[in-house]
């Protein structure tokens, strides 16, 4: 891969590629293997690249090799920096083999690790999501209520109303038929004298 560019626009970083195969609890999980022959490559900067590297093969970890021949003075021959795996080989010495072989079992376990809390980070935001979507629902209901109670106040001002104009206007029929009594009772009191 050491010659085609990856995700970040014609960056070249990561010379392999290992994809987890179906058998794999980790299935499609990408490793991205930088390998290394220079001296002027310090472990600060080893790091950043195997960053880099991750990023441009969109890995989930790197497993950076330094050539023994060139690795940085006091570099462990094997260990471990987050998603990063730097270990020290020798291609002519295959006692270091080992080193190798142990620093891929670590990446392909770090990438099961990285599947499962995928796979728990799945399960909490499916949570999240229905906890966000029951906050939306009831939030729905808070809008149905004022509307009801916009309805009971609207419609309570309508009762109050009407109650008003009826009492107006019995007491207006009221007073009508009060002064029509008076009347007939002048008069039927002017007829019997």
């Known amino acids: 891969m050491g010659d085609t560019p990856g995700v970040i626009p014609r960056c070249k970083t990561g ?3 290992v ?24 472990l600060k900067a080893t790091l950043v690249e195997a960053d880099e590297a991750r990023r441009n093969r ?14 940085p003075a006091g570099l462990p021959k094997l260990h471990r ?26 990446a392909k ?19 999240i999501d229905g906890a966000i979507e029951a906050i939306r629902k009831q939030i729905a209901g808070f809008d149905e209520i004022r509307i009801c109670a916009r309805t009971v106040i609207s419609g309570g001002e309508k009762i109050v109303n009407r109650a008003r104009l009826m009492e107006e206007e019995i007491d207006k029929r009221m007073a009508a038929l009060a002064t029509h009594i008076e009347r ?10």
Do not use: N
């Open 58 to 71: 969109a890995a989930s970890v790197c497993l950076f090799v330094h050539a023994a021949a060139t690795a």
């Open 184 to 193: 007939l009772r002048a008069a039927s009191a002017e007829t019997e004298t």
């Open 109 to 127: 376990a770090l990438c099961v690790r990285a599947s499962r809390h995928e796979v728990e980070d799945a399960a909490i935001f499916a949570e």
């Open 19 to 42: 994809t987890l195969g179906p058998d794999s609890s980790a299935a499609g999980a990408a490793i991205v293997v930088e390998a290394k022959a220079s001296s002027a490559c310090t």
């Open 15 to 17: 010379d392999f590629v």
């Open 81 to 106: 920096w987050g998603q990063d795996i730097v270990l020290v080989w020798d291609a002519e010495d295959p006692a270091t083999d080992v080193r190798l072989k142990a620093g891929y079992l670590l």
